[in-house]
């Protein structure tokens, strides 16, 4: 349940607000439904890093990878699908740290 939570609430607030939303949503549900440590940090990051990968997907497929491929250059990666699988890893880890920190601000205030 909160993978999708988080998945959705974030895809929705990423469309009117910037992009540090993803570590905002998953430090916010895991402060008020939070299970475990482990636990808050898998959630968040595969809750953001499937988030990512499908808004990249959808980008680079809707423009038949031009952009990506021209952004991968920019950042002298060989093909935009790399850039693709390095901007869903980090945003994974962006959001699984952040439900992790809002686990252990949980655990600091009980």
Partial sequence: MNF???FIVTAILQLFMPWWTIA???F????WRAKSGFHSF????LAIAFLWFSYGLYSHLSTDGIMSNRI???FSL???VLLLIVTTIVGGIVGGLSGLSGY???KSVQ
């Fill in 78 to 80: 060989p093909n935009g």
């Fill in 104 to 106: 252990f601000v949980r």
């Fill in 42 to 45: 898998i959630t968040g990051f």
């Fill in 72 to 74: 991968a250059e920019i």
């Fill in 28 to 31: 916010l549900v895991m402060i």
């Fill in 24 to 26: 905002l949503i998953p």
């Fill in 4 to 6: 999708l939570i988080i």
